[in-house]
């Protein structure tokens, strides 16, 4: 069964705190994650370990209390944010939600259709990707990955769970298996300290690119809200996500050097999965674990978005938008074939992503822990609507200072971001927009008094 924007009673909640570790894990771990780490390496392998270790999970704490809000209240992300934007308003954040995820589906399938053109070469001869001729076994291999994670979300949350359960052992066995075989060919400390080309790009663009990477995880509530317990929508989800993303984008990093040790050239172009795969020789198998990451990924992101479209028009019928997401996702995945380079891509949506979920993360969490300090109730969130459509809420139609708040977060993140690049290199796009969103919702609701009659006492 699935609930669409229903309250989750908790006798029908079935994650347990290690099902919350595995799904988290294995989005965590995802060509995505590894292409990431790749990117980044152009600074050097300790800024990967840097943030691995530190920056990714300080930055998942408020992601992850946004977790204990779908579990306090059995409610999807979407449902999460009507405190902070109102009942309506939270509908436009549903939208939100479906663009965001599903979007990434169109990163993670065509990364993992380059795994399969180097299957298909080394079962017929076809052109791998990068040689001439190769479009065609990459139509072919993002039409297969498409229809394969398009059945499995239309199957729902419970099949979701189990294929989490079985990736999860694949990766850690490609992790593994991958990093054995970088340290066998270089020593540690030539990987840490080798001479890497000159980066185009600053830390603080990275940190801005991860921002959107992993505050752009919208279905935390979605699956947030099955949890038995707080500790597995909390603890459970970020454990998972930082152990999944963190590693791997050390197995990213660890690649690429690798190849730039023995080649003296880094392409981030060639961070994919694949071409490193190529490059350290380690066969079919390892190129068949890829794309089955993907899949395990894309799943959770495709659930995600028929959640985001189903709170944004209050639909009774899940099932059918599932199988509506699932049929766009063909169509979505084709996508990065209209850029010049796939890494253009990458940068342009998690750019778009980050701005509008930087400031909306922001401005719940403060809404819901700071301003009401948790005062809210599930007939707050459920209340539903009269036959004219005026909400029975508290919480009301619209929150004026959450609508404010985002606007000038968003408005600050993709200012600096895409105009004024050269301040952004130094600051990041980020912290500025966390900071003006943060700052202009408590002014407006603390200080101004917007949203004082909707405040719940």
């Given at each position: 069964?699935?609930?669409?924007?229903?309250?989750?009673?908790?006798?029908?909640?079935?994650?347990?705190?290690?099902?919350?570790?595995?799904?988290?894990?294995?989005?965590?771990?995802?060509?995505?994650?590894?292409?990431?780490?790749?990117?980044?390496?152009?600074?050097?392998?300790?800024?990967?370990?840097?943030?691995?270790?530190?920056?990714?999970?300080?930055?998942?704490i408020p992601w992850a209390m946004v977790g204990?809000?779908?579990?306090?209240?059995?409610?999807?992300?979407?449902?999460?944010?009507?405190?902070?934007?109102?009942?309506?308003?939270?509908?436009?954040?549903?939208?939100?939600?479906?663009?965001?995820?599903?979007?990434?589906?169109?990163?993670?399938?065509?990364?993992?259709?380059?795994?399969?053109?180097?299957?298909?070469?080394?079962?017929?001869?076809?052109?791998?990707?990068?040689?001439?001729?190769?479009?065609?076994?990459?139509?072919?291999?993002?039409?297969?990955?498409?229809?394969?994670?398009?059945?499995?979300?239309?199957?729902?949350?419970?099949?979701?769970?189990?294929?989490?359960?079985?990736?999860?052992?694949?990766?850690?066995?490609?992790?593994?298996?991958?990093?054995?075989?970088?340290?066998?060919?270089?020593?540690?400390?030539?990987?840490?300290?080798?001479?890497?080309?000159?980066?185009?790009?600053?830390?603080?663009?990275?940190?801005?690119?991860?921002?959107?990477?992993?505050?752009?995880?919208?279905?935390?509530?979605?699956?947030?809200?099955?949890?038995?317990?707080?500790?597995?929508?909390?603890?459970?989800?970020?454990?998972?996500?930082?152990?999944?993303?963190?590693?791997?984008?050390?197995?990213?990093?660890?690649?690429?050097?690798?190849?730039?040790?023995?080649?003296?050239?880094?392409?981030?172009?060639?961070?994919?999965?694949?071409?490193?795969?190529?490059?350290?020789?380690?066969?079919?198998?390892?190129?068949?674990?890829?794309?089955?990451?993907?899949?395990?990924?894309?799943?959770?992101?495709?659930?995600?978005?028929?959640?985001?479209?189903?709170?944004?028009?209050?639909?009774?019928?899940?099932?059918?938008?599932?199988?509506?997401?699932?049929?766009?996702?063909?169509?979505?995945?084709?996508?990065?074939?209209?850029?010049?380079?796939?890494?253009?891509?990458?940068?342009?949506?998690?750019?778009?992503?980050?701005?509008?979920?930087?400031?909306?993360?922001?401005?719940?969490?403060?809404?819901?822990?700071?301003?009401?300090?948790?005062?809210?109730?599930?007939?707050?969130?459920?209340?539903?609507?009269?036959?004219?459509?005026?909400?029975?809420?508290?919480?009301?139609?619209?929150?004026?200072?959450?609508?404010?708040?985002?606007?000038?977060?968003?408005?600050?993140?993709?200012?600096?971001?895409?105009?004024?690049?050269?301040?952004?290199?130094?600051?990041?796009?980020?912290?500025?927009?966390?900071?003006?969103?943060?700052?202009?919702?408590?002014?407006?609701?603390?200080?101004?008094?917007?949203?004082?009659?909707s405040r719940v006492a």
């Amino acid at each position: 069964m699935e609930y669409g924007t229903a309250r989750i009673p908790k006798e029908k909640r079935s994650y347990g705190f290690g099902d919350l570790v595995v799904t988290w894990f294995g989005s965590g771990v995802n060509t995505g994650s590894w292409f990431f780490g790749g990117m980044a390496a152009a600074l050097g392998l300790g800024f990967v370990l840097q943030y691995s270790l530190v920056y990714l999970p300080l930055m998942m704490i408020p992601w992850a209390m946004v977790g204990w809000i779908a579990w306090r209240h059995g409610a999807s992300t979407v449902t999460s944010t009507i405190p902070s934007l109102g009942v309506k308003g939270a509908r436009i954040a549903g939208i939100g939600e479906f663009f965001g995820m599903i979007g990434w589906p169109s990163i993670n399938t065509f990364i993992a259709a380059i795994s399969l053109t180097y299957v298909f070469h080394q079962m017929w001869g076809w052109p791998a990707y990068g040689d001439p001729g190769a479009t065609g076994p990459l139509v072919l291999g993002i039409l297969i990955t498409a229809v394969v994670q398009g059945a499995i979300v239309v199957s729902g949350h419970e099949a979701i769970k189990y294929l989490e359960w079985v990736a999860v052992v694949l990766l850690i066995v490609l992790g593994v298996w991958e990093t054995i075989v970088v340290l066998q060919h270089w020593d540690l400390s030539k990987i840490m300290s080798v001479s890497m080309p000159e980066a185009v790009h600053s830390k603080a663009f990275y940190i801005d690119l991860a921002f959107g990477f992993c505050w752009g995880w919208a279905m935390i509530g979605d699956f947030g809200r099955f949890a038995k317990s707080a500790k597995g929508a909390t603890v459970g989800s970020w454990l998972g996500v930082n152990l999944g993303q963190g590693w791997f984008m050390l197995v990213g990093a660890l690649g690429v050097i690798g190849v730039v040790l023995d080649t003296g050239i880094y392409d981030p172009n060639n961070a994919d999965p694949s071409s490193t795969i190529a490059a350290l020789g380690l066969g079919t198998v390892a190129f068949l674990v890829v794309f089955f990451a993907t899949v395990s990924t894309n799943v959770t992101v495709l659930y995600g978005a028929g959640m985001g479209l189903i709170g944004a028009t209050r639909s009774s019928s899940p099932r059918s938008y599932l199988w509506f997401i699932a049929i766009l996702q063909l169509v979505m995945c084709f996508l990065p074939l209209a850029f010049d380079q796939f890494i253009h891509y990458f940068e342009f949506f998690l750019g778009m992503v980050g701005g509008i979920f930087i400031p909306l993360w922001t401005i719940v969490v403060l809404d819901y822990f700071v301003v009401r300090r948790t005062r809210v109730t599930d007939a707050d969130l459920f209340a539903g609507e009269t036959s004219d459509g005026r909400t029975l809420s508290r919480l009301g139609d619209w929150n004026a200072a959450g609508w404010w708040a985002m606007a000038l977060g968003l408005g600050t993140f993709w200012l600096l971001h895409y105009w004024l690049t050269d301040l952004a290199a130094v600051i990041t796009a980020s912290f500025p927009a966390i900071l003006v969103s943060g700052a202009a919702y408590l002014v407006l609701t603390l200080a101004a008094g917007y949203g004082r009659k909707s405040r719940v006492a």
